[in-house]
């Protein structure tokens, strides 16, 4: 059975980061992963293997987020993500 682990951040992206990067940096996993946001009292959730479901989300510094992910490389992947997201 694949894992499955979720886990909720605050995002603190620089200018220079962009969601290409992201993009690229997690193309390299198994593990499906997708972003949970809360907008407005709606919860909008996107693959993040998707460029436009990223850019659908409109991530900005101090957003809270749940990043979910299954696969046989969640746990890396999950890491991967929260990194990128927090520096």
């Known amino acids: 059975m694949a894992e499955k682990i ?4 605050e995002i603190h992206l620089s ?6 990067e992201l993009s690229q940096l997690i193309q390299k ?3 499906e ?6 907008v407005n009292g709606s919860i909008m959730e996107a ?18 987020v749940t ?7 969640a746990k890396e992947a999950l890491e991967a993500v929260e990194n ?3 520096q």
């Not at 979720?6 to 951040?9: M, R």
């Not at 990043?67 to 490389?73: L, T, Y």
């Open 33 to 38: 992963i997708f972003l949970k946001k809360n």
């Open 6 to 9: 979720s886990k909720t951040i």
């Open 67 to 73: 990043v979910v992910c299954e696969g046989p490389d």
């Open 84 to 86: 990128f997201l927090k």
């Open 47 to 64: 693959n993040l293997k998707s460029i436009l479901g990223l850019i659908n989300l409109q991530l900005q510094g101090s957003d809270q």
């Open 29 to 31: 996993y198994d593990a």
């Open 15 to 20: 200018d220079a980061q962009t969601i290409m």
